[in-house]
């Protein structure tokens, strides 16, 4: 199943299903996890209701350097350890929206990633229960402020700035995802990242394990995965997409002041 969560016509918040009839995309309301309001059967084009974000993360886990030839281009060694960073909720936004980038940046790069969702409440989970903690996956574009994030220790004007996670548009429940799913980004309809998720450095259940031995994960929450070799800056007006296979097509737009 592929779960969405959306606005309608009314302002009503409901949850559905994704679905694709005679190569339409559709979605249908109906009872799920990742909607407020869920009544009524109607279904609709994405384009004529609002997509919101398929979940509400308290947070977002990420994996740094979790593709070796990303940290190649970075002039990066290859970590022994996952390399983590979060990202609070200010920064989570959604399929089909103008993201304001901050301003008097030189480079503001796109990152395509593997979002990992989170199910149930998650502490020490070990690699080879993984699969019970996770409700699905999601895209997500890792944007990163290169200008403060390579003098800044933390990261927080480098990773955490309003809208700085886009995710969506939709949860696909695991058995969508192949074990080497590909994953790529493109600009503007010009590809840019073209890799598959069999090349991470650290599996989903290694991280899994790895960040659950520090903190708890809640349902909602998102585990972004690293991005592959790729990435590169935005300019005014460009539209990300973010397609990982079996799972969907995150499309946004953003705008520089």
Partial sequence: M???RFRDSAGNVRGGRWTV???????????GPYGRISFGDETFSPDEVEILPPCEPTKIVCVGLNYADHADEQGKDVPDRPLLFLKPPNTVTSHGKRVTLPKDKARIDFEAELGVVIGEQARNVKAENAEDVIAGYTCVNDLSNRDDQEVEQNWVRGKAFDGAAPIGPLVATPEHLKDDATIESRVNGEVKQQSSIDQFIFSVPELIEEITEFMTLEPGDVISTGTPAGVGPLADGDEVEIEIEGVGTLRHTVHIP
């Fill in 2 to 4: 592929k779960r969405v």
């Fill in 21 to 31: 009839e005679d190569g339409e995309e559709l979605v249908t309301a109906a009872a």
